[in-house]
């Protein structure tokens, strides 16, 4: 099974700043990554697949780098309806596709 | 617009059996994988499995296989998620979501991200 490590658990950052957060595959996971961002109450949504291409409606801040075992998104300006726990998802190892334990985005 | 629509809210006896349900629209329902996805009371995303609609080809995370079933009947573009006998520590939110096209899929495999989300059932299971 892959395991998908995501640090730091939580990042403060203040609004206008720059916020990057890490995920880490057990093994090569190709560029079948996905980052999504959840906010208290909702459902889960895509901002990231293929690692670096942004999602249908996603903003320009959001990018996304890596491929292998180490990969990064960035949020280049933090706003504040981007303050969010985000998660990563490899789907490279069929039909397994593992989360990793998410990183809350909190306002510092 | 695409949609998947899921069953609300359940609040279940230890023992007890449950089935929730999640209703694509806006798409054809046959031919994308649909997963479920648990999210324990605060905490994170847990894949659960995955069905392909247009043949039922059901697959499972190790973490619970024999635990649930999956299942989908596709004259009525729905997906389900069940249990024969509930257990306190199933309570959370259950997510339904669709994989993506972006990317390579077909009927017996598919590496993609997924795209669309059901709004969640959260299940409730306590004596």
């Known amino acids: 099974e892959i395991v998908m490590t995501q640090s730091p658990a939580t990042l403060s950052v203040s609004p206008g700043e720059r916020a990057t957060l890490s995920c880490r595959a057990s093994?090569?996971?190709?560029?079948?990554l996905a980052w999504y961002q959840q906010k208290p109450g909702q459902a889960p949504r895509l901002l990231i697949y293929?690692?670096?291409t942004r999602a249908t409606g996603i903003p320009a801040r959001f990018s996304g780098s890596g491929s292998g075992t180490e990969f990064t998104l960035t949020i280049s300006s933090l706003q504040s309806e981007d303050f969010a726990v985000y998660y990563c998802q490899q789907y490279n190892n069929w039909p397994q596709r593992t989360f990793g334990g998410g990183t809350m985005v909190e306002i510092k | 617009e695409v949609q998947l629509v899921q069953s609300g809210a359940e609040v279940k006896k230890p023992g007890e059996s449950l089935k929730i349900s999640c209703q694509g629209s806006g798409y054809s329902f046959t031919t994308y994988w649909i997963g479920w996805v648990r999210q324990m009371p605060g905490k994170g995303l847990e894949w659960m499995g995955i069905i392909y609609p247009g043949d039922s080809d059901t697959r499972y995370s190790p973490s619970f296989q024999g635990q649930v079933t999956i299942s989908a009947d596709k004259s009525i573009n729905t997906a389900y998620l069940q249990w024969s006998s509930l257990k306190a520590s199933d309570t959370a939110m259950y997510y339904c979501?669709?994989?993506?096209?972006?990317?390579?899929?077909?009927?017996?495999?598919?590496?993609?991200?997924?795209?669309?989300w059901g709004q969640g059932t959260m299940v409730t299971v306590s004596s």
């Open positions: 293929g690692a670096s």
């Open positions: 979501a669709r994989h993506s096209l972006l990317g390579y899929c077909s009927s017996t495999s598919c590496y993609s991200a997924f795209d669309t």
């Open positions: 093994q090569s996971v190709s560029s079948n």
